[in-house]
């Protein structure tokens, strides 16, 4: 049974950080492209950073500098240490696992809220 676990968010103060982790069971993990994502209410899911399995990083532009995406294949774990926080920042963050091979799967996790007080 695949499952995604989020842990870390939370509430903090403008320019404080966070640090989110998914740990990640039932699939083959450092084969997959690791992401993590937000949602706020009424708006679409945006990617926020990702991983691939060899470790190449991409950013939204907005967290460019301010986020970091890692990953450690021993313990199945993705990590998103958030640094200089703003109040845009606030969502909810999801992990998502993706691969993409001779078969496809994507697999969402239940998400953790992060706000960011001005």
């Known amino acids: 049974q695949v499952q995604l676990v989020e842990s870390g968010g939370g509430l903090v103060q403008a320019g404080g950080s966070l640090r989110l982790s998914c740990a990640a069971s039932?699939?083959?993990?450092?084969?997959?492209?690791m992401g993590w994502y937000r949602q706020t209410p009424g708006k679409q899911r945006d990617l926020v950073a990702a991983?691939?399995?060899?470790?190449?990083?991409n950013y939204a532009d907005s967290v460019k500098g301010r986020f970091t995406i890692s990953r450690d294949n021993f313990k199945n774990t993705v990590y998103l240490q958030m640094n200089n926080l703003k109040p845009e920042d606030t969502a909810v963050y999801y992990c998502?696992?993706?691969?993409?091979?001779?078969?496809?799967?994507?697999?969402w996790g239940k998400g953790t809220q992060v706000t960011v007080s001005s």
């Open positions: 991983i691939t399995s060899g470790g190449t990083t």
């Open positions: 039932g699939f083959t993990f450092s084969t997959y492209y």
């Open positions: 998502n696992a993706k691969f993409r091979g001779a078969t496809w799967s994507d697999y």
